[in-house]
């Protein structure tokens, strides 16, 4: 009995290559997935910060109002960075719904939208990302932006 060692050879390298692919794959997905949660974790400090009644909707006191007014513009930076990397593929689908979604749910929110209302009045093109998310109702995906 002969053996074709050249086709044995064949088969294992051919396994090699795809068990040395799926790795490829999911070391990029593990990669993917500690970006995004690095970029959550930035929100969850900002959100520390920032009293509890601007982040349930409440207006704050006098005396918390500066302090609330520089974390919400920390954040709303954050967020147009999270629209920038949206836009340039480094955020998938499912996360961009899940922060698409947060975003314009926070700007509801009273202080969140006075600070937010104040930079587009005083400031103009500052957040250009977040600008176009909101003009857009907050349903067009920056991915398919131009």
Not at 83 to 104: M, N
Not at 108 to 137: D, Q, R, Y
């Amino acid at each position: 009995m002969n053996i074709d060692w050249n086709s044995i050879v064949s088969i294992f390298t051919t396994i090699g290559v795809l068990v040395a692919a799926f790795q490829l794959r999911v070391s990029s997905e593990i990669a993917q997935s500690e970006f995004e949660d690095s970029i959550d974790q930035q929100y969850r400090e900002l959100a520390k910060g920032i009293p509890v009644d601007a982040l349930i909707g409440k207006s704050v006191s006098e005396d918390k109002k500066e302090l609330t007014r520089e974390l919400i513009y920390n954040y709303l930076d954050l967020c147009n960075e999270q629209i920038f990397l949206r836009k340039k593929k480094r955020v998938r689908k499912d996360t961009w719904t899940d922060w698409c979604s947060g975003i314009e749910l926070n700007l509801e929110k009273s202080e969140f939208n006075k600070v937010w209302s104040e930079i587009k009045l005083k400031a103009p093109k500052t957040f250009t990302f977040l600008e176009k998310l909101e003009t857009s109702g907050f349903r067009e995906d920056p991915l398919k932006w131009k």
